[in-house]
C-alpha cells in the first residue's frame, strides 16, 4: 500500500469521510477564510506559518449536530471542542506516520475561543 492510500485509511479510521493532498502553493491560492467570533481575523497562508512545507493534508469528518461545537474551557484561553476529538485522533496518526516515513509534519490547527454569549 502506497503512503497515500496509508494516510487516507489512517484518517478513515477515525471517521474521516474526506482525504486530499495539495501543494501548499495551491492551499495559499485559495483565498483567505475569515475567522469570527472572538478571534474576527482571516486565515494565514500555510507559507506564512510553515516556510519549508510543500504539501498539505486536508481532513474532514461530518458533523451532525451542533453540539460539535461545544466548547470546553480547559484552562483559562485553552479550548477544547470535543466533537473534533475524533479529527485530533486522526491529526495524530497522520503525522505519527509521516514522521515514522521521515517527513516533518506539524499542525497548523490552532484552538480558538469560542463565540461570546450575545445577549
Known amino acids: 500500500m502506497d ?3 496509508r494516510l487516507q485509511a489512517a484518517a478513515a479510521r ?4 474526506a482525504f486530499g493532498i ?3 502553493d495551491e492551499a495559499d491560492a485559495l483565498p483567505p477564510v475569515k475567522i469570527g467570533h472572538t478571534v474576527n481575523r482571516y486565515s494565514k497562508t500555510i507559507r506564512s506559518t510553515m ?12 458533523s451532525i ?9 480547559r484552562r483559562p484561553g485553552i ?9 485530533n485522533l486522526a491529526e495524530r ?4 506516520l509521516l ?3 521521515g517527513y516533518r509534519a506539524n499542525s497548523v490547527v490552532r484552538k480558538s475561543p469560542p463565540p461570546q454569549a450575545s445577549r
Do not use: T
Open 3 to 5: 503512503l497515500r492510500a
Open 14 to 17: 477515525w471517521g474521516a469521510v
Open 22 to 24: 495539495a501543494s501548499v
Open 51 to 62: 516556510p519549508e512545507a510543500r504539501s498539505v493534508i486536508i481532513i474532514g469528518a461530518p
Open 65 to 73: 449536530d451542533d453540539a460539535d461545537e461545544l466548547a470546553v474551557e
Open 79 to 87: 479550548w477544547s471542542y470535543p466533537g473534533y476529538f475524533r479529527l
Open 93 to 96: 496518526d497522520l503525522i505519527k
Open 99 to 101: 514522521r515514522g516515513e
